[in-house]
Nanobody, 121 residues
Framework: QVQLVESGGGLVQAGGSLRLSCAASGRTSSSYDMGWFRQAPGKEREFVAVINWSGGSTYYTDSVKSRFTISRGSAKNTVYLQMNSLKPEDTAVYYC??????????????WGQGTQVTVAS
């Protein structure tokens, strides 16, 4: 079992930045691919970004490319999402996810509880 705990959400003005963190614990969590998803009110959860277990490969949804950066900590069991140039449409609950060999499918096994990001116009 893997536990995921997100932090770093909050309220920010449009054009501002936030950095989300996700700490993973449990067996083999440092060898898992990890991703970020988000769900806005009244909308389905959508994929945001994914990073492979080593940190060597990343992939983003088009709407956040060049604004968001996903990375892993040196111990590999923490993943970050640096969000710059935030827009009101980025407002959502952001979820961290993890799983083995999930980089291409983005169908993860483990999920965090979510952290709220609100971007004011």
């Amino acid at each position: 079992q893997v536990q995921l705990v997100e932090s770093g959400g909050g309220l920010v003005q449009a054009g501002g930045s936030l950095r989300l963190s996700c700490a993973a614990s449990g067996r083999t969590s440092s060898s898992y691919d990890m991703g970020w998803f988000r769900q806005a009110p009244g909308k389905e959860r959508e994929f945001v970004a994914v990073i492979n277990w080593s940190g060597g490969s990343t992939y983003y949804t088009d709407s956040v490319k060049s604004r968001f950066t996903i990375s892993r900590g040196s111990a590999k069991n923490t993943v970050y999402l640096q969000m710059n140039s935030l827009k009101p449409e980025d407002t959502a609950v952001y979820y961290c996810a993890a799983g083995s060999d999930r980089f291409y499918s983005q169908k993860f096994d483990y999920w965090g509880q979510g952290t709220q990001v609100t971007v004011a116009s």
